[in-house]
């Protein structure tokens, strides 16, 4: 039996946002292997998801989690262009993943 699929959520950036300003944000296992490899750090990818913006036709709905991915784009504190992938569970705002825009 397949679960009926969520829909999308229009206010993605306020609740991100809310989310940082509680603390109820964590970057996933995947988020943290590759926030270490591509050299962005967490207080970056919380920075490009309070100043950044939506980029809607980059999310993606994951039938194993039954859930939407969200993509955010912005700048890092080094002005790095970075993308981060962020989902929701409940209150908490889960980091999937950071991408390097620009190769260095």
Known sequence: ??????????????IAKACIDNGNYRPTFHAECRQYE?????IDALHVIETGYRVPSRDEYK??????????????LQDDKTRVIISFDEDLMLIITVINLVKR
């Open 63 to 76: 039938e194993e989690f039954n859930a939407w991915n969200y993509a955010i784009e912005g700048v890092t």
């Open 38 to 42: 591509r050299d962005i750090t967490l």
């Open 1 to 14: 039996m397949s679960l009926k699929r969520p829909s999308k959520i229009t206010d993605v950036l306020k």
